[in-house]
């Protein structure tokens, strides 16, 4: 099994979002964490520090910042960036629903090797967090059917799309386990 290091650049997904910060929130009433609030805020403070990108979704940017949201989210708002839709998005999002991925679960992955950087002028990520594991085993089993599907969709596009890569898919657990120790 390979080593797992801290991604340069990294999707959260929106239950990793919601967990680290109902984690914050707990953290700082003084109450104890359950493990995957615990986990999900540790591995969020770990990629601050470790100075890489870290993105959302549009769609995850507008929940956070609804009034209700915005007193617990905007600590972390500095350290997130919003990838926005980059060409050829929406048709990779259908691709991936149709190897059995739910819309979202299709439109963060979809957002991983097509979503745009403005400040950064780059698109995709290197990987992408999630919690739900069921997604992630879906995605590595397979992998080699997205991936050739992938790589005939890419080799028709122009530049710079044909560039794009799959990203990795990590959950926060995986993360977690070597920097905890």
Known sequence: MSTISLPTSC?????VVREALRGLVRATLGMPLPPRQGTSLGVVHALIAHGGLLYITPELWHLLERPANLPIASPFFSYLRVLRPGRY??????RLTEEGFSHEGALIRSYASFGFDALERTFGVESVLANDLR???????????????????????????????????????????????
């Open 89 to 94: 998005l929406k048709r990779w999002g259908r």
């Open 135 to 181: 997604m992630q085993d879906r995605y590595v089993h397979g992998f080699p059917r997205i991936e050739a599907r992938f790589a005939r969709m890419i080799r028709q596009l122009k530049a710079p799309y044909q560039q794009a890569t799959l990203p990795d898919v990590v959950n926060a657990e995986e993360l977690w386990a070597p920097i905890a120790l």
């Open 11 to 15: 999707l959260l997904d929106k239950n």
